[in-house]
């Protein structure tokens, strides 16, 4: 089993940046493809980015490209999102999760859920 434990979200003011990590434990997640999905009240959950388990493949949702970047660091069983220029409308509980096969941009293609972070930006 693969456990995932998020950190690094709180409150910010609009155009900051802030840094969420996802830390493994229970196995090495070296060979697992990994994202970040988004979930804010009244929506859908949300595909935010995504990584191959290289960090060689990287996928982004339109609304963050270009603001966000995600990465991982396998020695350390660890994936990040970088948040840069961050706006009301990226408020979400945040959530890192991780799949055992090629990268996937739906969050049911996940196997493996942290229980999340919230991100609030305010205006």
């Known amino acids: 089993q693969v456990q995932l434990v998020e950190s690094g979200g709180g409150l910010v003011q609009a155009g900051g940046s802030l840094r969420l990590s996802c830390a493994a434990s229970g196995r090495t997640v070296s060979s697992y493809a990994m994202g970040w999905f988004r979930h804010a009240l009244g929506t859908e959950r949300e595909f935010v980015a995504a990584?191959?388990?290289?960090?060689?493949?990287?996928y982004y949702a339109d609304s963050v490209k270009g603001r966000f970047t995600i990465s991982r660091d396998n020695a350390k069983n660890t994936m990040y999102l970088q948040m840069n220029s961050l706006q009301p409308g990226d408020t979400a509980v945040y959530y890192c999760?991780?799949?055992?096969?090629?990268?996937?941009?739906?969050?049911?293609?996940?196997?493996?859920w942290g229980q999340g972070t919230q991100v609030t930006v305010s205006s």
């Open positions: 990584i191959s388990w290289s960090g060689e493949g990287t």
């Open positions: 999760a991780a799949r055992d096969e090629d990268t996937a941009t739906v969050w049911y293609d996940y196997d493996y």
